[in-house]
């Protein structure tokens, strides 16, 4: 990936630190942000270049996609996680009727809002051959109990993705990354290591097909196929 510009956002830990870390160990430029600062300082460390933005400010998103398109080796963006998210509540304990209009409202001001701020703001900059990825999980399409407003959010994560992809020139697609164990589901046992799935994304920026990337959902299996 060297001479790549790669763009993270909620990279200050969890999936997006990961996924950071791996793609700038590939030899990317990766360019990173999160709403607070704490973990930030340890990827700049790493050779990062970090800013501190607000996915749900869309005039943040505007000032980051542009320094973003300015940080690396040539000028703009080669490659976009529209990573950050958040969920309230406990995973499987968060049932629908009985969530209160803040967390609901947060949920889509995060996780669909800014998925649609990130994009869209970033969409000046996009190189030619870009590739623009939303990680999102099963419960996106699969409705369980107990996931709520969050699951809604995915939803509408997965539906702003694939807008992006009939009407842009990059690719865009969705990357099912499966249920992983961060702060953000409450660092459960029942989930996934972040690391061990981090290269599903290196997978879908270097390798994969992008006619295949483009408007689809592909995960895990697409992903262990295509690499064993």
Known sequence: MDGKTAVVTG??????????????????????CARGEDGLAELEAEGCTVQRADVRDEFDMERFAETAARAGPTPGIDLLFANAGVYHGHPGDTPLAEEPYSRFDDHLRTNVRGVFATV???????NEGARVFVP???VARDARPGFGSYAVSKAGAEAVARQFAAEL????????????????????DKG???????GI????ATEADPAELDGAVTGIREWKTATR
């Open 11 to 32: 990279a200050s830990r969890g999936l997006g630190r990961e996924i950071a870390r791996l793609l700038a160990a590939e030899g990317a430029h990766v360019v990173v």
């Open 136 to 138: 999102s999980g099963g």
């Open 120 to 126: 869209r703001e970033a969409v000046p900059h996009l």
């Open 201 to 204: 994304a290196l997978w879908a």
């Open 192 to 198: 996934r290591d972040p690391a061990d799935v981090a």
């Open 169 to 188: 020139d990059a690719t865009v697609g969705v990357l099912d990354m499966g249920f992983l164990s961060t702060e953000l589901t409450d660092n459960t």
